[in-house]
């Protein structure tokens, strides 16, 4: 069974992001990227199948510039077999993302597609649904349990409130959550062998996919500063100031 898993390569997930001053996104210069953590965890999960004997291979893709080859080598050291770069400088939004894995998978036929629920520089919780919409697959969605059966997965999902348990008929696309399992740090070694894994380029033209965008940002705005607290003397002001000022008790 061959699984693939998009990784996407965003800021640091440890930066403090910085509006551009003139309001048109995040300030990228001089910053760190590195995998999108729900990526880590997608990679991680489809790592503990093989292990498992229950994938035979596991192919990382990723779509973004030539330097996205970092994050690919990443997955190739955390045990991913190959990479697929589809290189592109252009913005990458959902629809288009979701098109160019529909090509991957019409031409590479895994059995799961397993993505990060979110990629947490633009935050959309799109790209798996519409992954599973333009292929007609099955999707288990906020995944914190993956379990194989014969030709079917099982995933528990992290829903409002509970958990949600379903089972998805083989192929399938499923998106993971925090919660799914802890992923590893490369070893060195492991660093080493990935140089030497293979690691393919195409472009979004050779998918017949336009990368061109759907969506437009009108601005980027800092979130409102906090005001500074107060220290107050007893417990008895702060019930006061509770039932009073911030009516809330
Ligand atoms: P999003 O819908 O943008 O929040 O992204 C959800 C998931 O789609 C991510 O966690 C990745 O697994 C995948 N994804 C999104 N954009 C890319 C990209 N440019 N390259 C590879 N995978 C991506």
């Not at 330097?67 to 939004?93: N, S």
């Not at 660093?191 to 033209?205: C, G, H």
């Amino acid at each position: 069974m061959k699984i693939l898993v998009p990784v996407k390569r965003v800021v640091d997930y440890n930066v403090k992001v910085r509006v551009k001053a003139d309001g048109t996104g995040v300030e990228t210069a001089n910053v760190k990227f590195s995998m999108n953590p729900f990526d880590e965890i997608a990679v991680e999960e489809a790592v503990r199948l093989k292990e498992a004997g229950k994938a035979s291979e596991i192919v990382a893709v990723s779509i973004g510039p030539a330097t996205a080859q970092e994050t690919l080598r990443t997955a190739l050291a955390m045990g991913a077999d190959r990479a697929i770069l589809v290189q592109t400088d252009a913005e990458t939004q959902p629809l288009a993302v979701a098109k160019l894995l529909k090509a991957l998978v019409d031409k590479e036929q895994p059995q799961i597609v397993l993505l990060g629920k979110q990629a947490i520089d633009d935050d959309c919780n799109q790209t798996g649904q519409m992954l599973a919409a333009l292929l007609g697959w099955p999707q288990g969605t906020f995944a914190s349990k993956v379990v194989p059966g014969d030709g079917v997965l099982t995933v528990t999902r992290e829903i409002d409130g509970g958990l949600e348990t379903v089972e998805l008929t083989l192929p399938a696309v499923v998106t993971t959550d925090l919660r799914l399992n802890e992923p590893r740090y490369a070893s060195l070694p492991n660093i080493m062998k990935a140089k030497k894994k293979p690691l393919d380029t195409v472009t979004p033209d050779s998918q017949g996919v336009d990368m061109a965008p759907r969506l437009k940002t009108l601005k980027v705005v800092e979130p409102a500063k906090r005001k500074a607290g107060v220290k107050i003397a007893d417990v008895a002001t702060l019930v006061d100031k509770l039932k009073n000022e911030a009516r809330v008790i």
